[in-house]
């Protein structure tokens, strides 16, 4: 009487719990609005940055006060362009927008997405749904880029049409170079006026704006009027008296101070409108005791610490010299070199410009060099970077340094303010790129567009030095490598990448031979018995979730050609014979002859492990019992054991 070894594994059972694990996540904690049918025009749809890089904002306008929502989905299950019934849906708050607005405003925040992973999203309300738009998440850990861009200020130039133009074409240039750019950040003045719907409809023509996030930064332009947070909703943002010019957060202002970290990365996002407090706010001193707090409350968890605001205080242009600038040069380098600021980017002055490392309102090193290409931050030294016009709208030309002392001559090159490393004006768009990297910061200042249209500025009557032969776009203007301080010790860093996800599964170990239990020998009782053991089994785990798993088997009836005889007279005794993967022997089964039993011809253990078992491999065997009745006809049996392996 002989029996051979089948093998059956469930994976397909086990690869339908990880999906609907993963549906369940995404929808996890959300809470379903009851979505009106109501027809609303949805538009100004725009993505924005989350607390961290499992998360999105979306903001959006509405003709109707409707309960809404955005529905997402990873793009991979969607069907001819179909949301899937597992999308998840996040609940969209707002209110009713100013008089001039007109509609009402939407936000609602994504959470809970995965790394390297492509989403469709969608918002509105069921049978009212936008198009769809997309974006891609990135690794969460390690090197990344990031996009600053200088005041764009829509229809600054006097003519809407053109500024869009350049605005978008930046957008496209920028991204068609760097497509994994993980953040889009603002230098603020998206628009010319701070609630015309005419220049924000401009400001957010681009697809791009719905494709990667935008971090929205308030300018002078903006803060006059609701508009800008109607359009950008942003993550933690202290909405508190101190942080509006004047003092009002209800009144037709925007303001608000906000912070979030992508990816070791600390930002801190400040509403530098407000830096009086004869105006009614709380000054620069709201804003020095707000970015100390959230330094020392959120710093420990991040490796670098980039300050955004839009007033530059060292720049090289018009607002070089404003009364404004020279008050915060005074109120904020020092708090900045203190808690240890690695970067600083700002806007609305209309030209590149680059600071010497500065400390505490000084350079922080007599011997730096114009236009270095390293630099090294020593204890307190921070970066201060003015961007160019994103759009070309309005460029403002560089000025004279004068013997006033905060604005004086650099000894080094009398013709530039003593703070300015590399300062730039050729009157073409430029954006700035930011390189994150494991210890260091790469920032270059790079050309997006040249004399040639769309370059409204230029179109309409100004000057234009730059050469497109020799300067063309995507050259770099300028380029610079920030060393950070280490201090007097050894900082060690290593990267752990994620683990391989590895695999469970099970072999015959050896030669899968026939299990030949010999001839039966009869017993006194009427009935005979044989014996073996099954060809070992190879248990293999090498997944990190340690999840548990087990096999099992059963034999069905033995047969020759017609004859036959139950499977459930076969028991056995499982064993481990090599230990690994947390492997545990199933218990003995008794054959079912003489006892009603039903042995091996239901499924039973033959071994398991446990969750959070230990990585490995192990043998399993087992030694097998077969009683058969005396009346059972002369042949040659077999049957066939099928092993079903479970894992989670």
Aim: overall charge negative; some cysteine; proline content about 4%.
């Amino acid at each position: 009487m002989r029996t051979h070894l089948s093998r059956r594994s469930r994976v397909a059972a086990s690869a339908t719990a990880a999906v609907l694990g993963v549906a369940v996540a995404l929808g996890s904690g959300v809470a379903t609005p009851a979505l009106a049918a109501d027809t609303a025009t949805l538009s100004s749809v725009i993505l924005g940055v989350g607390a961290n890089e499992t998360q999105r904002i979306v903001s959006w306008y509405s003709s109707a006060d409707n309960a809404q929502a955005i529905q997402l989905a990873p793009t991979a299950d969607l069907v001819t362009g179909e949301f899937p019934a597992t999308a998840a849906t996040f609940a969209a708050v707002g209110a009713a927008n100013i008089a001039t607005s007109g509609g009402y405003n939407r936000h609602a925040t994504i959470t809970g997405l995965k790394e390297n992973t492509a989403y469709s999203y969608r918002v509105g309300s069921e049978g009212n749904w936008s198009s769809a738009y997309a974006f891609k998440t990135q690794d969460f850990e390690g090197d990344y880029d990031f996009l600053f861009y200088g005041d764009p200020q829509i229809g600054a130039s006097g003519n809407v049409a053109k500024d869009q133009a350049g605005w978008t074409d930046t957008l496209d240039v920028s991204l068609a170079a760097n497509p994994n750019a993980e953040l889009l950040v603002s230098g603020g003045d998206q628009v010319e006026t701070a609630n015309t719907e005419s220049q924000w409809n401009a400001f957010l023509a681009s697809d791009k704006l719905r494709q990667y996030p935008w971090v929205a930064t308030i300018g002078n332009h903006d803060v006059g009027g609701k508009a800008y947070e109607q359009h950008l909703f942003t993550p933690n943002t202290d909405r508190s008296a101190a942080y509006y010019s004047n003092g009002q957060p209800a009144s037709n202002t925007s303001g608000g101070d906000y912070w979030y970290i992508y990816k070791d990365t600390l930002f801190i996002d400040l509403n530098s409108n407000s830096y009086a407090t004869s105006q009614g706010g709380g000054g620069d001193a709201a804003h020095v005791a707000y970015v100390t707090d959230v330094v020392k409350q959120h710093g420990g968890d991040a490796k670098w610490t980039v300050l955004v605001y839009h007033h530059s205080i060292y720049s090289a242009a018009s607002h070089a010299k404003d009364s404004d600038a020279k008050v915060r040069r005074t109120d904020f380098p020092k708090t900045f070199s203190d808690l240890g600021v690695d970067l600083v980017l700002q806007g609305h002055d209309h030209v590149y410009a680059r600071s010497y490392l500065i400390k505490n309102g000084e350079k922080a090193n007599a011997a730096e060099q114009p236009a270095a290409e390293d630099v090294f931050a020593g204890p307190g030294g921070v970066l201060y970077v003015t961007a160019n016009s994103a759009s070309g709208s309005k460029y403002y030309d560089i000025t004279k340094p004068d013997a006033s002392g905060t604005n004086g001559p650099d000894p080094l090159k009398p013709s530039d303010y003593w703070y300015s490393s590399v300062q730039n004006q050729e009157h073409v768009r430029s954006y700035v790129k930011v390189g994150v990297r494991s210890d260091k910061l790469v920032v270059e200042n790079i050309r997006s567009g040249s004399c040639a249209a769309p370059n409204a500025s230029v179109e309409l009557g100004s000057s234009c030095t730059n050469t497109t032969e020799a300067q063309p776009v995507g050259s770099v203007v300028d380029k610079v490598t920030v060393h950070p301080y280490h201090g007097d010790s050894q900082d060690i860093q290593v990267n752990v990448p994620n683990a391989k996800p590895g695999e469970f599964g099970w072999t015959i170990d050896g030669y899968n031979g026939l299990v030949d239990l010999g001839t039966a020998v009869e017993q006194p009782g009427d009935y005979f018995t044989a014996a073996g053991k099954i060809n070992p089994i190879k248990v293999s785990d090498s997944r990190r979730s340690l999840s548990p798993w087990s096999l099992s088997a059963s034999v069905g009836d033995f047969k020759d050609a017609d004859k036959t005889f139950s499977g459930s007279y076969l028991g056995w005794t499982p064993f481990v014979a090599d230990a690994g993967a947390g492997a545990s022997a199933g218990a003995a089964v008794e054959s079912g002859y003489g006892t009603d039993g039903k042995g091996l011809s239901v499924s039973r253990g033959l071994g398991s492990a446990a969750q959070g078992h230990t990585r490995g491999s192990a043998r399993l065997g087992a030694d097998l019992d077969l009683k058969i009745p005396a009346d059972v006809a002369k042949g040659n049996y077999r049957t066939t054991l099928t092993i079903t392996a479970l894992s989670s």
